[in-house]
């Protein structure tokens, strides 16, 4: 099943894609998040489906991230070697673990941000990993039992201020450059680990990055068991499995997003995630002449 969380004329919902159109959950639940929490297994989405209010047309919706403010996201840094190779790093023996935050997350269709103090906003289309279920020390046998869906990820990022200093959190986070969505496809409508899929970027309509999933250095099962080693992790966590090569930084010249480009990145079965990109300050701008 495909879930989403979207709005309509302003009201927040949850609901899933079928045939007919999204179709809004009736209840309390106000996204994806609060689905997982109900405890929502195949029987639960499909009740929760069948009280549904009326289908919608997905394109007169406005897409919300699916999760709004998930307990964790972590994110993985150089888990595709030929990614690794045009960073110029020594493949690491061990994850490169990141945090991201809640306030940094867009929706499909929401304004990617060229922020005001750096032109050096760059792409990565990555596989999101939603987990329904968490702990500690969850063996790599059992790990993908935890995986409640899998969405799609652009983990935007300013260059120049990721590499102001060692750790790479800044230039991760800025506001409204996390894009992500816009569905959530539950993880029994994909392979195992979501293997096997063809991921792209595309920005302005040109292929960026081409990868498959299977290209990742650590899978999701051994990314799941060995953040767990360190990190208890639970219901609505996010993973966002790392990036393949083709990223604008690397290129000579450099290839960043400019005010007015639009990227895409898909994966095979997950789904499309498109954001027009916008300067910050236009779209200060905008806001404030809406006032």
Known sequence: MKLATFAINGKRHVGALTEQGLVPF????????????????????????????????????TFLPP???????????LNYADHTKESKYAQPDYPTLFLRVATSLIGDGAVLERPLCSDSLDF??????????????????????????????????????????????????FDHTGAFGPYVVTADELPAGAKGLLLQTR??????????????IYD??????????????QAGDVIVAGTPSGIGWA???????????????????????????????TVAADAAGKR
């Open 67 to 77: 999760l709004l403010a998930p307990p964790k996201i972590i994110c993985v840094g």
């Open 124 to 173: 990565e289309g990555e596989l999101a990993v939603v987990l329904g279920s968490g702990g500690r020390h969850i063996a790599k046998e059992r790990a993908l039992d935890c995986v409640f869906g899998y969405s799609v990820f652009n983990d935007g990022s300013v260059r120049e201020y990721q590499f102001k200093s060692p750790q790479w959190t800044v230039g991760k986070n």
């Open 220 to 233: 999701v099962a051994s990314l799941i068991s060995i953040i767990s080693e360190a990190i208890t992790l």
């Open 203 to 216: 920005l302005n309509g040109e292929v960026v990055q081409s990868a498959n999933t299977d290209d990742m």
């Open 251 to 281: 290129r000579e010249p450099k290839l960043l997003m400019r005010h007015g480009d639009l990227v895409e990145v898909s994966i095979e079965k997950v789904g499309v995630l498109t954001n027009p990109v916008r300067d910050e300050s």
């Open 26 to 61: 009736a209840g309390s639940a106000s996204d994806v998040a609060d689905v997982i929490l109900l405890g929502a297994d195949g029987v639960r989405l499909r009740d929760m489906l069948a009280s549904g209010l009326p289908a919608v047309d997905p394109a007169t919706v």
